[in-house]
């Protein structure tokens, strides 16, 4: 029986900070949001999984390095070779990234400093769980903040299909490559993008354009079955 509001977990680390308004986001849109807290083996039953920004373990290391060593990151790995749905956000993009969930890897920003503003963004895919309400060539504008979010490849082709958001010419706000702003995995079940929808989900904070991508998610939570998993 499809769920008509999906429960989603938010995965929480040390140093998390966004994990409280990607819930109150996504519950504003009709998903039932689950806390689940880095030491947790398994993710219960949900239809969606969320990686919200942050400083996972103080960004030692690297950014999110350590972070995908973390328990619930195992049960996030075989969530999505399940084909669920898995979406990381700024921090989040960085741990799936490490943990080789996506392709590519995040460094320091060109600037060498922290950026945090308004971006305008072009979709590039939106046959995707995360872009399903967009148009292909869409403008969005949804705020960054990072001091590493500048995606490199060794094999920039390779990944070419698999681009769904990129940086507008001239207001690209790192230095990623090809301004990549977001990827999906090859079976296009799992995305990290730098900027923050869940900061762009109502007009009184500048743009509402955010919900676009965690529409979409909900969206597409609400047609999966809750994954089980084990205790």
Not at 102 to 109: D, I
Not at 168 to 172: C, M, R, V
């Given at each position: 029986m499809r769920r008509s509001?999906?429960?989603i977990a938010i995965i929480v680390f040390p140093g998390s900070n966004d994990e409280r308004?990607?819930?109150c986001a996504l519950r504003a849109l009709g998903a039932e949001p689950r806390l689940v807290w880095?030491?947790?083996r398994a993710l219960g039953d949900v239809s969606a999984v969320v990686l919200p920004g942050g400083f996972s373990y103080g960004d030692y290391l690297r950014a999110g390095a350590i972070a995908r060593f973390s328990p619930a990151m195992g049960a996030v790995r075989d969530f999505a070779a399940s084909g669920g749905i898995v979406l990381g956000i700024c921090n989040g993009f960085q741990i799936l990234c490490e943990a080789g969930l996506?392709?590519?890897?995040?460094?320091?920003?060109a600037s060498l400093s922290f950026v945090c503003r308004d971006v305008s963004l072009r979709v590039e895919r939106a046959d995707t769980p995360f872009t399903a309400r967009c148009r292909p060539g869409q403008a969005l504008t949804i705020p960054v903040k990072h001091g590493e979010g500048s995606f490199v490849l060794e094999d920039g082709a390779a990944c070419a299909e698999q681009v769904v958001l990129r940086y507008?010419?001239?207001?690209?706000p790192n230095g990623a490559f090809d301004d990549i702003a977001a990827v999906v995995n090859g079976k296009g079940n799992v995305m990290g993008l730098m900027p923050h929808p869940e900061h762009a989900v109502d007009t009184l904070l500048g743009s509402a354009d955010g919900v676009f991508i965690l529409g979409s998610l909900?969206?597409?939570a609400c047609e999966r079955e809750p994954a089980p998993t084990a205790a």
């Open positions: 509001s999906p429960r308004d990607a819930a880095h030491a947790e996506l392709p590519g890897a995040l460094r320091p920003n507008e010419a001239g207001d690209n909900v969206d597409a």
